[in-house]
């Protein structure tokens, strides 16, 4: 099957400071990435569709200016997590999709202290 | 809106059969797909199926569909220790003029499978 990778796996970073995310489809071209939060024991939760060379799509209640999108190529897409806050802490998974089947990353571990 | 629910936990001795409910309210969804994940991982494709479908087999997994209860199962034949993870069942609907096809997912199932 399809491999999407991200990296990093695991990021504990400072109250204020930003990350980024990678995300990576590695056999195969994506023209849409999604990416994911998901709570403890908690179902995924939509935050925003990646379109290459488009301005992402989010949805309602997710800060576009706080998590930052990028999808500069059909195999790259970033999540940046701005001026991060300890309430961002969470499990963070991209996807990306290949005609109907969606493939997912094995997720980012943020942690802000 | 859409809206797709799970049972939160199964549990089944190993050699048994799983089978994994899940109810969806949008009628004109177009995929189905089931998903697991292991702990503190990502989440795996396992199957689909497409609306116009009734059944699906693939190995040890047979997914049922019916579209008149919006009804979607999950069966696991010879369920394995390793099988124990948690199963998202996921909607997808017609997508735009770009092609996006919005997914919602389930709540998710733990299964536990009992040696």
């Known amino acids: 099957g399809a491999v999407v990778s991200q990296h990093p796996s695991r990021v504990i970073c400072k109250s204020g400071t930003s990350v980024k995310i990678e995300c990576r489809s590695l056999?195969?071209?994506?023209?849409?990435m999604f990416w994911y939060r998901q709570f403890p024991k908690q179902s995924l939760m939509l935050m925003a569709t990646?379109?290459?060379?488009?301005?992402?799509?989010?949805e309602q209640g997710v800060e576009k200016d706080k998590f930052l999108i990028n999808h500069a190529s059909l195999t790259l897409s970033t999540l940046t997590v701005t001026s991060a806050h300890p309430e961002d802490s969470s499990f963070y998974i991209c996807?990306?999709?290949?005609?109907?089947?969606?493939?997912f990353g094995p997720g980012t571990r943020l942690t802000v202290t | 809106g859409e809206d797709v629910e799970q049972s939160l936990f199964l549990s089944v001795r190993e050699g048994d059969s799983s089978v994994i409910n899940c109810t969806y309210t949008?009628?004109?969804?177009?995929?189905l797909y089931w998903y697991k994940q292991e702990p503190g991982a990502g989440l795996q494709l396992l199957t689909y199926?497409?609306?116009?479908?009734d059944m699906k087999q693939d190995q040890r997994l047979t997914v049922l569909l019916n579209k008149k209860d919006k009804h979607l199962s999950l069966r696991i034949a010879d369920t394995q220790t390793g099988d124990s993870a948690i199963y998202f069942c996921?909607?997808?609907?017609?997508?735009?003029?770009?092609?996006?096809?919005?997914?919602?997912f389930g709540t998710g199932t733990k299964l536990q499978v009992i040696p």
């Open positions: 996807s990306a999709r290949t005609g109907f089947e969606q493939y």
């Open positions: 056999d195969f071209q994506a023209t849409t």
């Open positions: 990646s379109n290459e060379g488009s301005k992402a799509t989010y």
């Open positions: 949008d009628s004109s969804s177009t995929y």
């Open positions: 199926i497409f609306s116009n479908m």
């Open positions: 996921a909607e997808s609907m017609g997508g735009n003029s770009g092609g996006y096809q919005k997914v919602t």
